[in-house]
């Protein structure tokens, strides 16, 4: 569920991928992010990484099964929130296999 303060956009997303956020998913976290102006920012017990940013995400060692959060804010946020919640969900497929 996508909630709305002000003008930050935040949504709850689990870690489907059983290896958590290597190298290779923040990777295309990182690039995906890079396309939009909004500040996106994902938090992960109680840190904070830019998701423009492979090192930051990388350094949330981010498990599976773990609960982020996605803030995002900006004139191009909910375009930014649909593609970054897409990549997550499509980061495995239906037998949980990882498809990048």
Do not use: W
Not at 39 to 64: E, F, G, R, T
């Amino acid at each position: 569920m996508t909630t709305q303060r002000d003008d930050t956009l935040e949504r709850s997303i689990r870690v489907k991928n059983k290896m958590g956020l290597h190298a290779r998913p923040a990777a295309l976290i990182a690039q995906t992010a890079q396309q939009f102006q909004a500040d996106i920012v994902i938090i992960a017990d109680n840190k904070q990484a830019n998701a423009k940013s492979i090192l930051d995400i990388l350094c949330l060692a981010i498990p599976y099964k773990a609960i982020i959060t996605i803030q995002i804010r900006g004139h191009d946020a909910r375009e930014a929130m649909e593609h970054i919640h897409t990549l997550f969900e499509h980061l495995v497929d239906k037998k949980d296999r990882m498809i990048i």
